[in-house]
Each structure stands twice: as C-alpha cells, then as structure tokens.
C-alpha cells in the first residue's frame, strides 16, 4: 500500500511540475556574463512543442540573452530577484523581427523578445527585463537601439506583474495584435531616447490597468499604421504616468481608424510636454473617446488636440491624404495642479481651417496654473495654423505656436464644444481670460469661473 501512495505521489508531482522549464535545465550559466540566448530559446521551443506550460527564469539569477521569440501557449515567468538582461552587443540582436513603423527611425527596428502570428502567450512574475539600454551600448551611430518587446499579429497576450527597465528605445510595441491584458506592471525607460512604454498599433480589445509609468517619451501610445487596422476597443485605468514628453499620446500614425476608448482614474505627474496628445493627421476616422476622473500635477498642456496633416509612417504614402474626421471626445471630471510650470500651461484644442474637431465635452474641471500672462500675450492673433509649411517633415508640437492668448482654454476650428462647470485659478495676476475662442461653432458653457468669478464666454 505504500509503495502503491508513493507512486501515486511522484506521479502527482510529476504532472504538476512538468509544464515547468527552467532554462538552467537547458544550458543556462545565468551568471550575466555568459550570453545564455540559445538555453533560453530552447526551453521556449520545447515548453511550446509539448502543449504549452512556463519557462522559468529562476529567482536570484541574472539571465543575460540577445533576441528570444516567443511561442504558442508558453508563459515567459519570472521569478521574484530574476533579472532577464538583454546583451549589450547590438549584433546579438536579429535583423528578421520586422521593423519600427516610424519613418526616419530604422535604427529602432531591432528587438529583444519578439512575437509574430503566435496564439496565447505571456510574460509574468515580479522578476524584471532589463534592456541594458544605456548609451554606451547602443546609440544610432553604433548601428542602432533595440526595442524590448515586440508582437506581430499575435492574439490573446498578457503581461502581469513584472517590471521592464532600460530600454534602449520603446519598450514595447504591438502591432495589429487582439484581446491583451496588461496588469500590475513598472516601467521605467529613461536610460535613452524614444523610451516609449506601451505603444499599441492597430490592437483591439485591449486592457490596461493597474500599471506605473516613468519614460523619456510617451507613456502610452495609441497609433494606426495600417488603414486596415483599426485602433479600438481600448480600456486604460487605475494607472500612474510620468513622462519626460507625453504621458498618453492617441494619434500621429493615424492612417487607421480609432475608436472606443476609455480612459480613468490615472493620476499624471511631471510631465514635459502634454498629459493627453490627440493627434490625428494620416486621413483616418477619430472618434467616441472619453476620459475621467484624472489627476494631473505639472502638467503642461493637460489636453492637447490637433486635427491637421503630416506623414507618419515608413508605409504612408507621400501625398497627403485628405482629413477625413476627429469627433466626439469627452472629458470629465479632471483636478490639474500647475502652479509651479510657468504661463504655457493651457488646454489648447485645434482644428484646422475648415476641418473642424466636432463635439468636444469638457465638464467638471478644476486647474491651478501660475499665470503671469501679460497684455502682449492676451493680444495675439498671430497663433501659427498647423499647416504643411509650419511642421516641415517634423509632427504638429506645441514648440511651433508659442504663448497662447489664454489662461485656461485656447480653441479653435471647433464645432460643438461644451463646457460645464470649469474652474480656473490663476496664483500670479494674468491679463488674458480663462477661454478663448477662434473659429468655434456651436459654442455652449455652464458655470465657467476665473478665481472663483464667474465668465461669459461669447460665442464667436
């Protein structure tokens, strides 16, 4: 009878551990000299061939590896103290894991992980990717900066818990993949340039949540660089972002559709450049997003629009497709502390000259900026229009129009905006008013206050 229960046992434990495999089992040193590519890769094709299970990166070892591809049904698990450290040497990076759809960056098309066509896999654990990305191992002129992740038409993925640090560009991006989970993950990428965070091309039914974000460029990018692609069904919350550029950018390759996203309960802090960057210029269709209850501190631009034309993507054709629409955006529910950035601190909404953004909702919205506006700056009509001539072969920034005539709420080329119950507190006296509009139709406010006295805003 006991040999009978000790059987049983070792076979129990057996079928419980047999889907696991430890790339040390496969011929890792994971000592973070030796390169430790192949044993990795190995567990990987195994761990797929025999139906799927995790290939443990074990806690307390430092796996270091140059590019890896993912399979079906395999789980990249890291355990708690195990670092996967990309290789310093940019020849050990492969050359087939497609490209960066950026034009002008193929010095970005490398890759550490990478993902084509593959069904159910993730990459889990509080174990950490490291990129090594640091200058002196990888710049443009030393051959390129690869990329930490990237998936390729892959369906159902989730990335949970770990944490990715020093990327040598973005730290991942997902092109035209569907049903993905991100949760519980830290990125920190400021070791280079162009440290993306997550950037999702052309992906459906995405969830985003529960995350933090430090990088030296967008946090979070929303993008289209295919016109059959389509960018929706996109869900972002409880999330905390710090961005040396953006902290979300949705837009700039834009040549697919985007469509039914949410956005909520996120907190921004200590961002350079804009908090949200909407941005639509490749000929596509915008529409049915909304954002809410979002805290912001330091915040430049807390919400950035633009409707215009530019090229984008390797792919774009050169000609400048015709805009098509940007419409339907909700923004509700917003505290913004800028108090300490300087007097370019305004919400600024921009279509172009008959091309109008349409049915924009700004509700319940409080910001503290610093205010210092003078009567030269509440006086301008010169504000630059974002047109070929102004952006060049560069994407429509803020840099190219300067100081706004207003505090608060700079608009133009816009049909349907509403404001209900905006309050807006200047600390230094501002001679420009809470709102400006140019070329705004359709026009209605509610309760709109500048250092709690209410405004009439007039419908131009």
Known sequence: MKHLFLLFYLGFSLSVYANEYNVMNYGAKANGTTLDTKAVQKAIDLCSKQGGGKVIIPAGKTVLIGTIYLKDNVTLYLQNGAVLLGSPDYKDYTTDTHKNTYKNEPHMDRCLIFADGINSFSIEGNGTINGNGFPNNFTKEK??????????????????????????????????????????????????????????????????SNSSFNTSDDSICLQTSRPDKPCKDIVINNCVFTSKWAAMRIGLASRGDFESVTVSNCTFHDIQDSGLKIQMNEGSEMKNIIFSNIVMKNVPRPIFMTFCQQRAGTDTPMKMLPMKAMHSFSFNNFIIDNKDLDKNSAIFLTGMPKNYIT????????????????????????????????????????????????????????????????????????????????????????????????????DN
């Open 359 to 458: 049915d924009i909702q700004l509700n319940n919205i409080q910001m503290t900026v610093s205010g210092g506006g003078n009567k030269t700056d509440a006086n301008r009509t010169d504000i630059k229009e974002y047109t070929l001539e102004t952006l060049g072969n560069w994407w429509p920034e803020f840099s190219l129009v300067g100081t706004l005539p207003a505090s608060g709420i700079y608009a133009r080329h816009i049909n349907g905006l509403f404001i209900n119950n905006f309050y807006l507190h200047t600390v230094l006296d501002d001679k420009r008013p809470a709102v400006v509009l140019n070329d705004v139709l359709h026009f209605n406010s509610n309760s709109i206050f500048l250092n709690r006295k209410k405004q009439t805003i007039k």
């Open 143 to 208: 051959g390129g900066r690869p990329m930490m992740l990237r998936f390729l038409n892959c369906n159902n993925i989730k990335i949970k818990d770990v944490t990715l640090i020093n990327s040598a560009s973005w730290t991942s991006a997902w092109l035209y993949c569907n049903e993905i989970v991100v949760d519980g993950i830290k990125i920190t990428s400021r070791v280079n340039h162009n440290g993306d965070g997550l950037d999702f091309d052309g992906c459906t039914n995405v969830r985003v």
